[in-house]
């Protein structure tokens, strides 16, 4: 190449890196300052996990759940110190009151999103998770009061877990470890753990869900026995111990004679009875505009060999609707004279 030509290629490298919307030096920077606000956020996310649990996270706590070197936590935490969000001492890392503020701040957005991305994108509730951790620190607050109002100010995002308020309060989460409830007592699922993954997916493979009454049938030192509305499930003590339940509330149970569209059979048919009291804001208004209304008579129109979605015919149009949807459409299956639920 000439001197003419190495010059030209000098100047368009300079021109490249100085370029301050996309040059090399300005996206290491954006990058850089991403990478660091992430890892503030998910440090501040731990310590009050660790506080709700009446404990105090430590600077090992940081690195096994972070993944980073002692002396990237040690930075951190020096990090959070000067921003006035915590408090180190010989017991461990707590949060001040406005770290504690901006912590939830970030949990508010994480579960926000999982909130728009069940309701809105239909994502399967195992993927739910890693999803809004990517997103969680990329939103602004102006984003996030735009999502909540959008999604109709839920109070629950999909597991269970209780979205902090504008304002950075949090309601209580009322409940207690399935491994505590007593046999022959039915309870309410107010919330599934979504964390460690693979002790989740086998929540998830026994169709378990919040808001849904489960009975504890036997008591076993290593496994519980629970019969749902989707039968008997026998699951490990330690898999129960992510599965949180309160009692139930006359609000809370289905009427005898109801079940949940997810459930018929089929070729069955039922006439809606209403939606499930915790299918909010546009889920519930999508539900709605498919004619899922009270009185509306649907029918089973067609199996998915892979199980999701469904198809069913609704005021005779056809429509497909995931296992997850379903669930929130209450039914009062249409009976034959004989007694049999009635096919078409």
Known sequence: MSAL???????????????????????????????????????????????????LATLESLAGTTGLRPAAV??????????????????????????????????????????????????????????????????????????????GHPQHDPHGDPIPRPDGTISALEAVSLNEWPVGRPALIAHLEDEPQAVFRRILLANLRPMQ????????????????????????????????VREVRPQDALPSERTRLADLAQGASGEVAGLSPDCQGLSRRRLLDLGLTPGTQVEVALDNTFGDPRAFRVRGTTVALRRQQAEQVLIRPIRSPD?????P
């Open 5 to 55: 030509g190495l010059g030209m290629a000098a100047a368009l490298l300079a021109a490249l890196v100085a370029a301050p919307k996309f040059g090399l030096v300005a996206r290491w920077k954006r990058h850089r300052a991403y990478r660091a606000k992430s890892r503030s956020e998910d440090a501040l996310k731990h310590i009050l996990a660790w506080q709700h649990r009446s404990k």
């Open 74 to 151: 040690l930075r951190v935490v020096a990090g959070l110190q000067t921003a006035g969000w915590v408090e180190s001492g010989a017991g461990g890392i707590a949060l001040t009151a406005s770290g504690e503020r901006r912590a939830l701040q970030v949990v508010r957005a994480h579960r926000l999103w999982e909130r728009h991305l069940s309701d809105d994108a239909n994502m399967p509730m195992g993927k739910l998770h890693q999803a809004a951790e990517r997103a969680e620190h990329s939103l602004s607050r102006e984003e996030v009061a735009r999502l909540d109002a959008h999604l």
């Open 213 to 244: 009454v489960v009975n504890v049938a036997e008591s076993e030192p290593n496994h519980l026995v629970i019969e749902t509305d989707g039968g008997r499930h026998r699951i490990e003590r330690s898999v129960a111990a992510n599965i949180h």
């Open 339 to 343: 007694g049999a639920e009635a096919a």
